[in-house]
């Protein structure tokens, strides 16, 4: 197979995961709170109704021939259980993957196996480490995946400050100041 042609294949398969993460059901295959890594819920469902949709070409693929190629394109398995596996990349981001599936080479060396312990996510265990990409702080996407990063940090706070009970104040004009104390029920933000 020509350079070429192993570059076209490699962007393709980038961008069909990508397609996959996006469209395909969330209970199935999605990416974790802080957008850095995806997990597969259910390798079954994965290898008998996603796979075959979108690599219809080569009609062989299985789910084990779907983890192969992740890692030959330098994917890391992050956390493995019964029926679901997480997969990582540095530079392989829910805001970044799209760029970046043009761009990516395959990568013969395999990284190391990153284990995630209880129910911290993974962006407070693992770091992201600095790309060519995301070192400019004017970068779009360097700030959404901030902006994920932050709101699963608040999110997942014990002491979260938008959960506490409002304290009883005399002057009349805190709310316009100080309006989030008066939260007293657990909120969803949606962006």
Not at 25 to 32: G, R, S
Not at 89 to 101: D, F, P, Q
Not at 122 to 140: E, F, G, M, Y
Request: with cysteine; aromatic share 8%.
């Amino acid at each position: 197979m020509t350079t070429l042609a192993t570059a076209s294949s490699d962007v393709t398969f980038l961008r069909k995961v990508f397609r996959i993460l996006s469209h395909e059901n969330a209970l199935v295959v999605a990416w974790d709170v802080c957008g850095t890594q995806f997990t597969v819920k259910s390798t079954t469902t994965m290898n008998t109704s996603i796979l075959p949709h979108y690599f219809r070409s080569t009609g062989d693929m299985t789910y084990a021939t779907f983890r192969k190629l992740l890692v030959v394109h330098g994917f890391s398995m992050a956390h493995q259980s019964h029926d679901s596996e997480s997969f990582r990349h540095a530079e392989y981001t829910r805001s970044s993957a799209t760029a970046l599936a043009s761009t990516m080479k395959r990568r013969r060396s395999v990284q190391p196996k990153h284990a995630s312990s209880g129910n911290v996510p993974s962006c407070h265990l693992h770091q992201q480490q600095p790309t060519r990409l995301n070192q400019r702080a004017d970068n779009p996407s360097n700030n959404n995946d901030n902006l994920w990063q932050l709101l699963s940090v608040v999110c997942t706070m014990q002491t979260n400050p938008l959960f506490e009970l409002p304290a009883i104040r005399s002057d009349p004009c805190t709310f316009a100041v100080d309006g989030w104390a008066d939260l007293t029920t657990p909120a969803v933000v949606c962006l």
